[in-house]
C-alpha cells in the first residue's frame, strides 16, 4: 500500500497575519469593556484603550501598510498576502471594529452609566438653566481661542493636525464682505477640554453631567459667522502617518535629527477619516478628497471621534464601587534594608505589579549614595518624563560617581520625553550615549560596581520591562537582581557594546540579540525535538507579547509534528496557527486579558527533567531577534525557576481571562464546567 501523500502547506496555511491578529487582539481588548464581573468605569477604561489602540494601529501599522503598497514591486508577507489585499482585509475587520466600538458605547456603556448617575448630556435634554450656563461658557472660555476658517480662494483648506478635533460647517447668507462660499471648518485646540463637567448647583443637574465639547461647538455654531445661518456642523478627525525616519547614517547629531522629525510628525500622510455619522455625503466625499483618501479609509461614527478623551471620566468621577478594589504592592522583605547585602546573599526576584518596583529604584539610590560605588551604567527605554530612576542617576552623577546612560532616543511615542532627560542627565556630567546605529536598545540593564574588602564586586538588575514606576503598576513583568560573576561579566560585555566599538563578544550566561538569542532560542527547541522523537518527555512553555517570526514558527511546528507539548501564552499579535492536523496539532495559544497588562517574556524548556527558564526583553518577532538590542538571562536559582514555573502553570491552567487562539485566526473564550473553572491568574497572583 503507498503512503499517504505529505499534506503541502501554503503560507497562508502555515501563518497568521500579524497586523490581523493584532485586530483581533483589540477587539479582546474591547470585549472587556462588555464584560459585567468587571467594574463600569474599568469597563470604560477598557473601551477607551481599545480605541487608543486602533489609533496606533493606524499610525504606524496601516500607514506602514499603506507605503509597502505604494512601492513598485511591493512584497508579500510571510502568510502570502500583498499589501493591497492586506489592506482591503485590514479595512472590513476595522469598519466592522469601529462599529461595534459605538455600539458598546451607546447601547451598554451610556445606559449602565446613566443608572448610576453618570450622564453624557445630549442637546435635546439641556434645560433651559443649563443652556444657558453652556452659552456662557461658549462665549467666555471657547469661542475667544476658536479660529473659524471660510473656505474661499483666499482661505484654502487649512491643515489639519493628526488626530484633533475638527469641524465642518455649511453655511448659508452673505458675510459683511458679500462672501458666501458655504463651508467653513472649525478646529478645536487640544487645549480645550473634551469633556465638560455641569455644575451640581445648576436646576436639572446630577452629581456627574458631562456634555461633549463638540455638542457645546455644534450647539453655538453660529456665533462664530455672525450674521449667517449655520445649517449643519459635522466634527471629524484625521489620523496621519506617526512613524518618524531618520536616516541614522547620514545624522550627525541623531537627538538633533529627532528633534527636527518629530516636529513633522502631527503632519504625516493622512491615512484615516472619522467623520459624524450624520454628515452629509457630498461633505465626507469632500474631506476624503482633501485628504487624499478612498472610501475604505473614511470611518463614520455615532458618537465623540476620540474615544479616548472619555479616560478622563473615572478621575473626575469619585465612585470607588465602580472601580477595580484597592491593590497594595508588596516588598519582599529581603529588599527592605541593605539591598547589595540581600544580593550578595542569593539572587532576589520580583514579579511586577504583584511586588512593588520601589525596590529597584531604591537600588539606585543606595547605589547614588554609597561611597563604595564607583560607577553606574544603565539603559533607558521608556522611563517617563518625570522618573525616579533618571532622579537616581542625576545625583549619582553629582556624588562623582561614573554614571554612563545609554537612552533610546527612538522609543515610539516617547522620544521627546527621552531627548528631554538625555539633556537632564548630560547637563550633570553623566555620559549618554544613544546605542547602536540602526538597532533599538530594547535591553533592560543595569550594572553597580562597588569597592569592596574583596576588591570590586559587581552588582546587575536585569528587566523583562521598563525602568517605569508607573507602568511597572500596570503591567506584568520580572525583575531579577544578582551578583553572580557571569551574568555580570556578560552584562559588563554588552555595555561595552553599546558605549564603544569592537568585535562581538563572547557571552558566557546570557543570550543577545542580535547575536545569539535567536540562535540560543533555535537550539532549545530543536534539544526538546530531538527528546520527543528518542520518546523522552518533552515540553516548552512560552510567555511572550507577541509571536511572528516565521523560523521560529516553523521550528515549533516541527517540535510539534515530533510530539513536543507546546503551551504559549501571547498577549497579542501571533501568526502561528494552533491546533492544525499535522501541523500544530500539540501546540496551544492562549492569552491572557484582564486587570494588568501581561507584558513579561518567560521561555522554560523541560530539558530532560532539569527545566531551563529564561527572562527576556525580547519578544520572538523579527525586529527584537534582528534589529535590536536585546537580552535573555537564564534563572540560576532553582527557588527562582520553581516559582517562575509555577506562575507559567496557572496561566496555562486559567480558564477566567484565557482567550484560546483558534487556527483559523478568530479567538474564543475558554469556556468549561463552573465546578472546574480556575480563578483568575492575576487574581491569583494578587492573593499570594
Given at each position: 500500500?503507498?503512503?499517504?501523500?505529505?499534506?503541502?502547506?501554503?503560507?497562508?496555511?502555515?501563518?497568521?497575519?500579524?497586523?490581523?491578529?493584532?485586530?483581533?487582539?483589540n477587539?479582546?481588548?474591547?470585549?472587556?469593556?462588555?464584560?459585567?464581573?468587571?467594574?463600569?468605569?474599568?469597563?470604560?477604561?477598557?473601551?477607551?484603550?481599545?480605541?487608543?489602540?486602533?489609533?496606533?494601529?493606524?499610525?504606524?501599522?496601516?500607514?506602514?501598510?499603506?507605503?509597502?503598497?505604494?512601492?513598485?514591486?511591493?512584497?508579500?508577507?510571510?502568510?502570502?498576502?500583498?499589501?493591497?489585499?492586506?489592506?482591503?482585509?485590514?479595512?472590513?475587520?476595522?469598519?466592522?471594529?469601529?462599529?461595534?466600538?459605538?455600539?458598546?458605547?451607546?447601547?451598554?456603556?451610556?445606559?449602565?452609566?446613566?443608572?448610576?448617575?453618570?450622564?453624557?448630556?445630549?442637546?435635546?435634554?439641556?434645560?433651559?438653566?443649563?443652556?444657558?450656563?453652556?452659552?456662557?461658557?461658549?462665549?467666555?472660555?471657547?469661542?475667544?481661542?476658536?479660529?473659524?476658517?471660510?473656505?474661499?480662494?483666499?482661505?484654502?483648506?487649512?491643515?489639519?493636525?493628526?488626530?484633533?478635533?475638527?469641524?465642518?460647517?455649511?453655511?448659508?447668507?452673505?458675510?459683511?464682505?458679500?462672501?458666501?462660499?458655504?463651508?467653513?471648518?472649525?478646529?478645536?485646540?487640544?487645549?480645550?477640554?473634551?469633556?465638560?463637567?455641569?455644575?451640581?448647583?445648576?436646576?436639572?443637574?446630577?452629581?456627574?453631567?458631562?456634555?461633549?465639547?463638540?455638542?457645546?461647538?455644534?450647539?453655538?455654531?453660529?456665533?462664530?459667522f455672525?450674521?449667517?445661518?449655520?445649517?449643519?456642523?459635522?466634527?471629524?478627525?484625521?489620523?496621519?502617518?506617526?512613524?518618524?525616519?531618520?536616516?541614522?547614517?547620514e545624522?550627525?547629531?541623531?537627538?538633533?535629527?529627532?528633534?527636527?522629525?518629530?516636529?513633522?510628525?502631527?503632519?504625516?500622510?493622512s491615512?484615516?477619516?472619522?467623520?459624524?455619522?450624520?454628515?452629509?455625503?457630498?461633505?465626507?466625499?469632500?474631506?476624503?478628497q482633501?485628504?487624499?483618501?478612498?472610501?475604505?479609509?473614511?470611518?463614520?461614527?455615532?458618537?465623540?471621534?476620540?474615544?479616548?478623551?472619555?479616560?478622563?471620566?473615572?478621575?473626575?468621577?469619585?465612585?470607588?464601587?465602580?472601580?477595580?478594589?484597592?491593590?497594595?504592592?508588596?516588598?519582599?522583605?529581603?529588599?527592605?534594608?541593605?539591598?547589595?547585602a540581600?544580593?550578595?546573599?542569593?539572587?532576589?526576584?520580583?514579579?511586577?505589579?504583584?511586588?512593588?518596583?520601589?525596590?529597584?529604584?531604591?537600588?539606585?539610590?543606595?547605589?547614588?549614595?554609597?561611597?563604595?560605588v564607583?560607577?553606574?551604567?544603565?539603559?533607558?527605554y521608556?522611563?517617563?518624563?518625570?522618573?525616579?530612576?533618571?532622579?537616581?542617576?542625576?545625583?549619582?552623577?553629582?556624588?562623582?560617581?561614573?554614571?554612563?546612560?545609554?537612552?533610546e532616543?527612538?522609543?515610539?511615542?516617547?522620544?521627546?520625553?527621552?531627548?528631554?532627560?538625555?539633556?537632564?542627565?548630560?547637563?550633570?556630567?553623566?555620559?549618554?550615549?544613544?546605542?547602536?546605529?540602526?538597532?533599538?536598545?530594547?535591553?533592560?540593564?543595569?550594572?553597580?560596581?562597588?569597592?569592596?574588602?574583596?576588591?570590586?564586586?559587581?552588582?546587575?538588575?536585569?528587566?523583562?520591562?521598563?525602568?517605569?514606576?508607573?507602568?511597572?503598576?500596570?503591567?506584568?513583568?520580572?525583575s531579577?537582581?544578582?551578583?553572580?560573576?557571569?551574568?555580570c561579566?556578560?552584562?559588563?560585555?554588552?555595555f561595552?557594546?553599546?558605549?564603544?566599538?569592537?568585535?562581538?563578544?563572547?557571552?558566557?550566561?546570557?543570550?543577545?540579540?542580535?547575536?545569539?538569542?535567536?540562535?540560543?532560542?533555535?537550539?532549545?527547541?530543536?534539544?526538546?525535538?530531538?527528546?520527543?522523537?528518542?520518546g523522552?518527555?518533552?515540553?516548552?512553555?512560552?510567555?511572550?507579547?507577541?509571536?511572528?517570526?516565521?523560523?521560529?514558527?516553523?521550528?515549533?511546528?516541527?517540535?510539534?509534528?515530533?510530539?513536543?507539548?507546546?503551551?504559549?501564552?501571547?498577549?497579542?499579535?501571533?501568526?502561528?496557527?494552533?491546533?492544525?492536523?499535522?501541523?500544530?496539532?500539540?501546540?496551544?495559544?492562549?492569552?491572557?486579558?484582564?486587570?494588568?497588562?501581561?507584558?513579561?517574556?518567560?521561555?522554560?524548556?523541560?530539558?530532560d527533567?532539569?527545566?531551563?527558564?529564561?527572562?527576556?526583553?525580547?519578544?520572538?518577532?523579527?525586529?527584537?531577534?534582528?534589529?535590536?538590542?536585546?537580552?535573555?538571562?537564564?534563572?540560576?536559582?532553582?527557588?527562582?525557576?520553581?516559582?517562575?514555573?509555577?506562575?507559567?502553570?496557572?496561566y496555562?491552567?486559567?480558564?477566567?481571562?484565557?482567550?484560546?487562539?483558534?487556527?483559523?485566526?478568530?479567538?474564543?473564550?475558554?469556556?468549561?464546567?463552573?465546578?472546574?473553572?480556575?480563578?483568575?491568574?492575576?487574581?491569583?497572583?494578587?492573593?499570594?
Open positions: 500500500m503507498d503512503a499517504p501523500a505529505k499534506h503541502e502547506f501554503q503560507p497562508s496555511d502555515l501563518y497568521i497575519n500579524r497586523e490581523l491578529s493584532l485586530l483581533e487582539f477587539r479582546r481588548v474591547l470585549e472587556q469593556a462588555k464584560d459585567e464581573r468587571i467594574p463600569l468605569l474599568e469597563r470604560l477604561k477598557f473601551l477607551c484603550i481599545s480605541s487608543s489602540n486602533l489609533d496606533e494601529f493606524f499610525e504606524i501599522r496601516v500607514a506602514g501598510t499603506q507605503q509597502m503598497a505604494d512601492l513598485p514591486t511591493p512584497q508579500r508577507g510571510s502568510d502570502g498576502m500583498s499589501p493591497q489585499e492586506l489592506l482591503a482585509a485590514i479595512s472590513v475587520r476595522a469598519h466592522a471594529l469601529v462599529e461595534e466600538q459605538y455600539r458598546v458605547f451607546n447601547d451598554v456603556i451610556v445606559p449602565a452609566l446613566d443608572k448610576e448617575r453618570i450622564r453624557f448630556l445630549r442637546r435635546a435634554e439641556w434645560t433651559p438653566e443649563q443652556d444657558t450656563w453652556l452659552r456662557n461658557f461658549f462665549g467666555n472660555e471657547l469661542a475667544p481661542v476658536l479660529s473659524p476658517i471660510g473656505l474661499d480662494p483666499a482661505h484654502p483648506f487649512p491643515r489639519i493636525l493628526n488626530k484633533s478635533l475638527n469641524f465642518i460647517v455649511s453655511l448659508s447668507g452673505k458675510d459683511a464682505f458679500g462672501r458666501n462660499t458655504g463651508l467653513a471648518i472649525v478646529q478645536a485646540p487640544r487645549a480645550l477640554p473634551r469633556l465638560i463637567q455641569l455644575p451640581r448647583d445648576i436646576s436639572g443637574s446630577g452629581p456627574h453631567d458631562f456634555v461633549f465639547l463638540s455638542s457645546v461647538i455644534h450647539a453655538y455654531v453660529d456665533e462664530l455672525p450674521g449667517m445661518e449655520a445649517s449643519g456642523c459635522y466634527q471629524f478627525r484625521v489620523t496621519r502617518n506617526s512613524d518618524l525616519f531618520v536616516d541614522e547614517e545624522a550627525k547629531d541623531l537627538a538633533e535629527a529627532l528633534e527636527d522629525e518629530l516636529s513633522q510628525r502631527q503632519w504625516g500622510d491615512v484615516r477619516l472619522e467623520v459624524a455619522h450624520n454628515c452629509p455625503e457630498v461633505m465626507s466625499q469632500y474631506l476624503m482633501e485628504m487624499q483618501l478612498t472610501p475604505a479609509d473614511v470611518y463614520q461614527v455615532n458618537g465623540p471621534v476620540n474615544l479616548m478623551r472619555l479616560m478622563a471620566i473615572p478621575d473626575m468621577v469619585d465612585r470607588a464601587d465602580l472601580k477595580y478594589p484597592p491593590f497594595t504592592q508588596k516588598v519582599p522583605k529581603a529588599l527592605t534594608g541593605d539591598l547589595f540581600a544580593i550578595r546573599d542569593r539572587d532576589q526576584l520580583l514579579h511586577h505589579p504583584y511586588d512593588s518596583f520601589m525596590p529597584v529604584v531604591e537600588f539606585l539610590r543606595q547605589a547614588a549614595k554609597d561611597p563604595r564607583l560607577a553606574i551604567k544603565q539603559t533607558l521608556r522611563t517617563g518624563a518625570k522618573s525616579p530612576v533618571v532622579d537616581a542617576l542625576v545625583e549619582a552623577a553629582k556624588n562623582g560617581k561614573e554614571v554612563t546612560v545609554v537612552v532616543l527612538r522609543a515610539r511615542f516617547d522620544e521627546a520625553d527621552n531627548i528631554d532627560l538625555a539633556e537632564k542627565l548630560q547637563d550633570v556630567g553623566a555620559h549618554v550615549v544613544y546605542g547602536v546605529v540602526g538597532y533599538k536598545t530594547h535591553a533592560k540593564m543595569c550594572l553597580v560596581i562597588r569597592r569592596e574588602e574583596s576588591g570590586l564586586k559587581n552588582y546587575v538588575h536585569l528587566g523583562t520591562g521598563n525602568y517605569h514606576p508607573r507602568t511597572a503598576r500596570q503591567y506584568t513583568d520580572y531579577l537582581f544578582t551578583a553572580d560573576s557571569e551574568i561579566k556578560d552584562v559588563h560585555a554588552v561595552l557594546q553599546l558605549t564603544s566599538l569592537g568585535k562581538v563578544i563572547k557571552l558566557h550566561a546570557l543570550l543577545q540579540s542580535p547575536f545569539t538569542l535567536v540562535k540560543g532560542m533555535h537550539e532549545r527547541i530543536e534539544r526538546e525535538t530531538e527528546a520527543a522523537r528518542k523522552k518527555p518533552a515540553r516548552i512553555v512560552a510567555k511572550m507579547n507577541s509571536l511572528v517570526e516565521p523560523e521560529i514558527i516553523s521550528r515549533l511546528y516541527t517540535a510539534s509534528q515530533a510530539g513536543v507539548k507546546i503551551d504559549l501564552i501571547v498577549r497579542g499579535m501571533c501568526s502561528l496557527r494552533p491546533g492544525v492536523a499535522g501541523l500544530s496539532d500539540n501546540i496551544s495559544v492562549r492569552s491572557i486579558v484582564g486587570r494588568f497588562l501581561e507584558h513579561h517574556r518567560v521561555f522554560c524548556f523541560h530539558h527533567g532539569n527545566p531551563e527558564v529564561w527572562l527576556s526583553s525580547a519578544d520572538w518577532m523579527e525586529r527584537n531577534l534582528f534589529r535590536r538590542v536585546e537580552v535573555a538571562f537564564p534563572l540560576k536559582d532553582k527557588k527562582l525557576r520553581t516559582r517562575v514555573i509555577e506562575h507559567l502553570e496557572a496555562v491552567a486559567d480558564t477566567a481571562q484565557s482567550w484560546l487562539l483558534q487556527p483559523d485566526g478568530s479567538y474564543l473564550r475558554a469556556e468549561v464546567p463552573q465546578k472546574n473553572a480556575t480563578k483568575a491568574v492575576q487574581l491569583r497572583l494578587m492573593e499570594e
